[in-house]
């Protein structure tokens, strides 16, 4: 890992970190501060959406069990106002629930392990890198589009 190129990548970039654990919150705000990234933290689907509405971010993290709605949920209401924002979901329940991107909406879906940090500061790392329009479908979606074509 080349933490300079990471810590580059982080520059000015806030992200929005939603799980009701303190826990869990503080060890993967503890990581992304320390690469240079800006951090919001809510500790529910409904608080994080009320800030998410209040001030969009380019990327969050959530949990998937949360008190009330469930992660899924969080990104569902994110997706409606803002579908290009990058969401990673992280669950240690990933393999019993079968939560993939397909089926989540998210961007990356995480396991909780010991590997989640390295996998945690990847993910965000490769997301923000990744434009709108290399979302997978996204420019061939828009060219039909233009061009009349049903697709």
């Not at 800006?38 to 008190?67: G, H, N, R």
């Not at 997978?136 to 233009?146: E, I, L, R, V």
Request: contains cysteine; glycine residues 8%; charged residues 20%.
């Amino acid at each position: 890992m080349n933490s300079a190129s990471e810590r580059s990548n982080a520059a000015a970039v806030r992200l929005l970190l939603v799980d009701d654990h303190p826990a869990g919150l503080a060890a993967r705000t503890s990581v992304l501060t320390e690469l240079g990234f800006s951090i919001a933290t809510a500790c529910s689907a409904e608080a994080a959406l009320v800030k998410f509405l209040a001030e969009p971010f380019p990327l969050v993290v959530t949990d998937y069990k949360l008190p009330g709605k469930t992660g899924v949920d969080l990104i569902a209401g994110i997706r409606a106002v803002a579908p290009e924002t990058r969401i990673v979901l992280i669950s240690g329940f990933v393999d019993a629930l079968g939560l993939t991107e397909h089926s989540t909406g998210a961007d990356a879906v995480l396991t909780k392990s010991a590997n989640e940090v390295s996998q945690l500061i990847r993910a965000v790392n490769r997301l923000l890198r990744r434009t709108a329009a290399k979302k997978p479908g996204t420019a061939k979606k828009a060219a039909m589009k233009k061009s009349g074509t049903a697709g």
